[in-house]
């Protein structure tokens, strides 16, 4: 780490703990150790580093990218190919950066248009590399949506049979190993946009979670619950909306949850 910055330091020595990854703590412009293989620090003071790897870590945004440019700068036998993201599709999409057999970053994400930023992330972290993205096909509304946000990235993107790649286990980590599995398997290129195609089965199954997500006191509405479907509205927003117009003043009763259901 080289710099000047205390709210960086302490979030970028954070970081590093948590990922047992060894470090040293410079000013810019100092002296910096031969074993050192990639250098954080800011934006401002990235001019005043001499390295050949410096790593420009934003003053806010994602971070993923930043984290996958150091793992790739500490491989043992780093290699300059095409980089796959590997997608696991769902409300909370997991993901799979990998270079080669290497695991540059894994998580997930908080909704399928996520996805597009992240894309827009490692394009601008890895400007000279390759970037491939293979998405299973399971969660067909998820699926679609995610392989229209990641569209304008104009990256190659393929569709996998995730036959065999979901492994059993709890949701988050089972989410990372299977998109991992959906980056080592090739699939069919895709150039167009999906059509969303809302179904009266997914629109009432959201209808149910929102009652329940409101204690019961309403139902969003039909139109509200294709828009949050089609990913122009999330489930929270629709249940604040939905807790503005539907509750009223304690004493009075709210709304029947089937009228709002047949709005």
Request: glycine share 8%; aromatic share 2%.
């Amino acid at each position: 780490m080289a710099t000047r910055d205390p709210l960086l330091y302490a979030e970028l020595a954070a970081v590093l703990r948590e990922r047992r990854l060894p470090s040293v703590s410079l000013l810019p412009g100092e002296r910096l150790p031969d074993s050192v293989a990639a250098v954080l620090t800011s934006e401002a003071e990235a001019r005043e580093i001499s390295h050949e790897h410096v790593v420009v870590v934003p003053s806010e945004g994602d971070r993923t990218g930043v984290w996958a440019e150091v793992a790739s700068a500490l491989a043992a036998q780093p290699t300059r190919g095409e980089l796959i993201v590997g997608i696991d599709p769902g409300p909370r999409p997991g993901y799979a950066v990998l270079e080669g057999e290497l695991t540059l970053a894994e998580g997930n994400l908080d909704s399928p248009e996520a996805v597009g930023r992240l894309a827009t992330h490692l394009r601008r972290r890895f400007a000279s590399r390759g970037i491939r993205f293979r998405v299973g096909r399971g969660d067909r509304l998820a699926r679609d949506r995610i392989v229209n946000a990641l569209l304008p990235a104009r990256r190659p993107i393929e569709l996998v049979d995730e036959q065999g790649t979901t492994p059993r286990g709890t949701r988050r980590p089972r989410d990372a190993l299977a998109a991992r599995a959906i980056a080592r398997t090739p699939g069919r290129s895709i150039h167009q946009r999906a059509p969303l195609h809302i179904t009266p089965g997914e629109v009432a199954n959201l209808q149910r979670v929102s009652r329940e997500g409101s204690g019961g006191l309403f139902t969003i509405p039909r139109r509200v619950a294709e828009d949050v479907l089609r990913g122009e509205l999330t489930l929270s927003e629709a249940l604040a909306d939905g807790e503005r117009r539907y509750t009223r003043p304690r004493g009075r009763h709210a709304p029947d949850a089937a009228a709002a259901e047949r709005s």
